[in-house]
């Protein structure tokens, strides 16, 4: 169910997250980059509250307790991204963006399990056979015990 739900989440945010859930804040950035990066606004802050996702449980805990959550505002959090690799804020924004994209699929591909293959499902059916077949022997051995008891 869980894979199922993940597919159709990648599959409505094939452009990634919407940008209206987002808020983008513009700063100074530090590094290289020359005069520019002292001047302009290039670094970029990505802040999401989580309140405006709608995922499962088992993602929201684990986007909360990601490097990027931090605890306000209240009741979940937000997350909060920077980029400043670029010389941009375009290209500084979808870096942002694109950081964003990764951390959701990790918190959802965190809950899920592994897709089991046929090898693993065969030796589990050979394991259970045997279970069963060891139960069902200690059933007539127990069974041939108490009817010797009741000859008496």
Partial sequence: MAWKEYEAFKVAHKQGIPEDLCSFSYTTSSGPGGQN????????VLLLPLSRLSVP???????????HHISSPP?????QISAQEHRTQPGNREEAKKRLWRIMCEAWEGGLGGVTSEQKMERVRRME????????????????????????
């Fill in 37 to 44: 990066v002292n001047k302009v606004n290039t670094r970029v």
């Fill in 129 to 152: 056979g045997q279970w069963k077949r060891r139960k069902r022997a200690e059933k007539e051995f127990l069974k041939g015990k108490k009817a010797d008891r009741r000859a008496y």
């Fill in 57 to 67: 449980p088992y993602v929201m805990y684990n986007l909360q307790h990601t490097a």
């Fill in 75 to 79: 009741p979940y959090g937000s997350l």
